[in-house]
């Protein structure tokens, strides 16, 4: 898989070039880096070698996966940003994380991108990352100009970074990364990638991504695997599991295993990533709106199904397979669609409409193997349980975080 390449309308040329210098330094940090220079762009051109699905995220949702693998985690949110992480690996061809920087003249002769982020991430986030075509794309938003080691000038002339030494810059990186708000949203927007930004400063600007049915596949079972699957809270210890990081969880003999299971995961759901990118393509087809709304329909209720089937005792299959034989001449009523936002309906019509798809489900096992990505997630959700995954894998110290 090859990353994509970008091409922008810019204001003025590359300083390099301006300048007779030669070529910029692109520093890696983990990864391959790429780059654009935000303070001279006017708007994205083209894209070439476009995947079919990209996403975009940052650096606090990859961090928050390298200590859920190293430990320790900090905070609650630290699950919630290593699902976004997860996310982004498992379920997109290729990832790329942004990371806010800086450009300048470093003296004779060489300029350079200035990279912040040094310490934002540990090894186990790289390790993670690296399961998927991944890379970081340098977004320089300002040109510097440095004097005797401190920034002397800026392309922004409200920079915060004017008269600071070049050693201590990475201090100022939570800056930089909001002063990245809009253009990390709009670039998203702009590449047709999906967004998973995690940080206060990024997400205070968001707007929904582009990920199309890979994102309806995962708001149909995020609600329902919290809300209901995990109704009933461990005792001492008040903490739920997303979907994607407790099918991890159940599978790693260990946290620090945990890069080798995504690796797996990520083979095994090779067709779903496949399939989901057909299912974007079905709607670009020629069809009426009815049609297209039957499709949308037809899809949505089997990924509505996934969590009510994973939650079926094999008693319940059983039955479910005895019974199919009288059922061949009664077709069962499917009035299962939970909602057309799951993540805005309260609880207790989610709960009735959950009761609903599962008593279909019950019926019916080709509710969910109408469609791969639905009939593999549930599956995959037939996990252990998910107190003994936080007990098995988070110290003592970890928990205290969730009472």
């Known amino acids: 898989m090859v990353n994509p390449t970008y091409y922008f309308l810019v ?49 606090d949702a990859a961090a928050a996966l390298g200590r859920v693998i190293d430990g320790p985690i900090t905070s609650k949110k630290d699950i919630e940003s290593a699902e976004s992480a997860l996310r982004a690996i498992l379920l997109h061809e290729c990832v790329e994380i942004i990371i806010p920087c800086v450009k300048g003249e470093l003296g004779k002769g060489v300029i350079s991108y200035i990279r912040l982020d040094q310490n934002q991430r540990n090894a186990a986030a790289f390790a993670a990352f690296s399961v998927a075509p991944c890379r970081d794309i340098l977004c320089a938003i300002e040109y510097i100009d440095v004097s005797n080691g401190e920034v002397s000038g800026s392309s922004n002339h409200a920079s915060q970074l004017i008269g600071k030494p ?72 008040d903490v739920k599991l997303p979907p994607l990081l407790a099918i991890v969880l159940s599978r790693a003999p260990s946290r620090d295993q945990i890069p080798d299971v995504l690796r797996e995961l990520r083979d095994e759901l090779s067709v779903v990533r496949t399939e989901l990118n057909n299912m974007n393509k079905l709607l670009e087809r020629t069809m009426s709106q009815a049609d297209i709304q039957a499709q949308v329909m037809r899809i949505n209720e089997s990924f509505d199904a996934i969590v009510p089937e994973s939650l079926l005792t094999d008693a319940e299959r059983r039955w479910r397979t005895i019974t199919s034989v009288f059922n061949l001449s009664r077709p069962v009523r499917q009035l299962y669609s939970i909602a057309v936002d799951p993540l805005n309906v309260n609880h207790e019509k989610l709960q009735e409409l959950f009761n609903t798809t599962r008593a279909a489900v019950a019926k019916n096992p080709k509710i969910v193997s109408r469609y791969v990505p639905a009939a593999k997630f549930s599956e995959l959700l037939r996990t252990d349980s998910v107190r003994e995954s936080v007990l098995t894998h988070f110290s003592e110290s970890e928990l205290r975080l969730f009472r």
Request: net charge negative; glycine share 4%; with cysteine.
């Open 11 to 59: 204001k003025h040329p590359e300083e390099s070039v301006s300048r007779g210098f030669g070529s910029v330094l692109i520093p890696t940090l983990g990864h391959a880096a790429s780059n654009f220079d935000a303070y001279r762009t006017i708007a994205l051109d083209s894209v070439l070698n476009q995947p079919e699905s990209l996403c975009i995220t940052e650096t």
């Open 166 to 237: 070049l050693e201590s810059l990475s201090d100022c990186y939570r800056d930089l990364l909001k002063n990245t708000s809009e253009i990390a949203s709009a670039f998203a927007m702009d590449i047709g990638a999906a967004s998973y930004y995690t940080s206060s400063e990024l997400t205070s600007s968001m707007k929904r991504g582009a990920a199309g049915f890979i994102d309806e596949l995962y708001r149909r079972i995020y609600r329902p695997w919290l809300d209901i699957a995990q109704a009933s809270p461990p005792l001492n210890i």
